[in-house]
């Protein structure tokens, strides 16, 4: 049920609706931003790909499973990189260079160190 507070009353889609308890009211995180989503297609998948001559789409699938899988009764699945909000963009970004360094020894501009004018998804 979707519940709208306008100047202090509770707006309902029901006529007699009564709430009881604590509420707690929390800003919205905002989704990944279009800049996230190009820094981890256009460096972290890219240059993964490059490295290890997989295919960006496998390169992307696989760095789901390692950072993205979540289980729900029992099953596990991938959680879509869309419903991340920034600040877990940005926390699966760094696991994926901290990972790429130590496994793969190989070293991963952070988005304050590159161009983003030169990436090409």
Known sequence: MIVEISEGRIISPFKQTQVSGKFTLTKPEKKISDPQRKYYFGVLVK???DYTGYSKDWT???LGW???QEKSKGTPFVKSLTSLSTTETEEQNEAIRRWAAETLELSIKTPNEIDYSQIKE
Request: proline content about 0%; glycine content about 0%.
């Open 47 to 49: 240059e993964i790909s």
């Open 60 to 62: 992307h699938r696989k």
């Open 66 to 68: 390692l950072f993205r």
